[in-house]
C-alpha cells in the first residue's frame, strides 16, 4: 500500500528511488519524525543534504540517511557514489534487493565505479552464484591494481591502500580456492594481511587454502592465529577442530565443537566427517553417542547411523 501511494504522489523517479522511500515511510522511528516534520518548502543543496545524510548515518539513523541522499539524488540522479551509499545503507537495514538494486543503478550511471563492483561480486559469492561473483571481483580488483599502477594481476599484486576494496579481495582469494588455483589465493590473503594486519577471517580462510592442499599443519597454525585473535571465531574452531578429528584427537576436537553446538551436533558433525572419510567403525561411536545425547527428537544422528551400519555390513560381507 506504501509503494501505491508513492506512485501517485512522485513523478520522473527511478524504481529504487520509490521503494528506498517507501521502506522509510514504513519505519516508525524517531528519526522518520524528525525528517517528516521539515519544512516542505525548504531548499537545500546537493552538498547540506550529503552533510546531513552523513550526520544521521553517523547517529544510525539509516532512514533519515536514505532520505536526504535520496532528496541529492533528486538533484544530481548521475551520482553513482550517492547510489552507492543508498545501496550500502540498505545492507545495514538488511534490505538486501533494494541494495543490490542501488548497486547496480550505481554501475549504470559508471561501470568502473569501484566499490559498487567489489558489493556486487559479495554478493554473488554469497549467493552461490560463483561464476558472477568471479566476473565482479576480478573486475574490481583489475580496476583497483590499475590504479595502483599495476597493468597484469595474472603474475602479481601491488600493494593495497586505504582504497582497496579488501572485501573483493578476499571474495577473489576464496574464488581461487575453490577453482584449486591455491598458491594464487594465498597470495592474495598475505596482501590481505599486509594490508590491514591481524585479521581472524583472513587467517581462518588461509588456514583452509593449506587444508585444501592437505598441509594441515600449517593450515592448524592459522587457525590458531585466528584464534588468537579473535578467541569467538566460530570458523576458526570448526575448521581446527575438522583437523583434530583428521588426526584422531576426537576430545580436542568435540572441546572446540561444544563452543559452537550442542554436544549431540557435535558428536553428529564429527561422525558426519568420519563417514565422508571411510572411517565406518569410528563414526559409528560418535553418531550412537550424539543420539544418546539427544534421543527424542535428534533425527540426523538416526539417519547417519543407518547409512555408516549399512556401509559397515557391506564391509563385513566383502571381508567374509
Known sequence: M??????RYVVNISILLLLSIATLGCTSTGSQSNVSAKPKNSIQSKAELISLAKAEEKNNNFESAIFNYIQALEIDKQDAKILFKIGSLQNKLHN??????AFNKSLEVNPDYIPALAQMGVY??????????????KRTIMLDQQRLDNTNISTSFTDLDLHSPLSAYNVYAVINDLDSRHEYAQDIYYLLLKAQGNSALIY??????????NN???AKSYYKKALDVDSNFEQAKLNLGLI????????????????????AEAYNDIGYFLM?????KEAEYFFITAIDYSPSYFEKGNVNLENVQIYL???????D
Open 2 to 7: 506504501m509503494i501505491n501511494f508513492v506512485k
Open 96 to 101: 538486501n534487493d533494494l541494495a543490490i538494486r
Open 124 to 137: 554473488y559469492l554469497e549467493s552461490k552464484n560463483i561464476d558472477k561473483a568471479r566476473m565482479f571481483v
Open 204 to 213: 581462518t580462510n588461509l588456514g583452509y587454502s593449506f587444508y585444501l592442499t
Open 216 to 218: 594441515y599443519t600449517v
Open 244 to 263: 583434530y578429528v583428521r588426526n584422531g584427537q576426537y576430545n580436542r576436537a568435540v572441546q572446540l565443537f561444544k563452543q559452537v553446538m550442542t554436544y
Open 276 to 280: 565422508l572419510d571411510g572411517r565406518y
Open 313 to 319: 555390513s557391506a564391509e563385513n560381507m566383502l571381508n
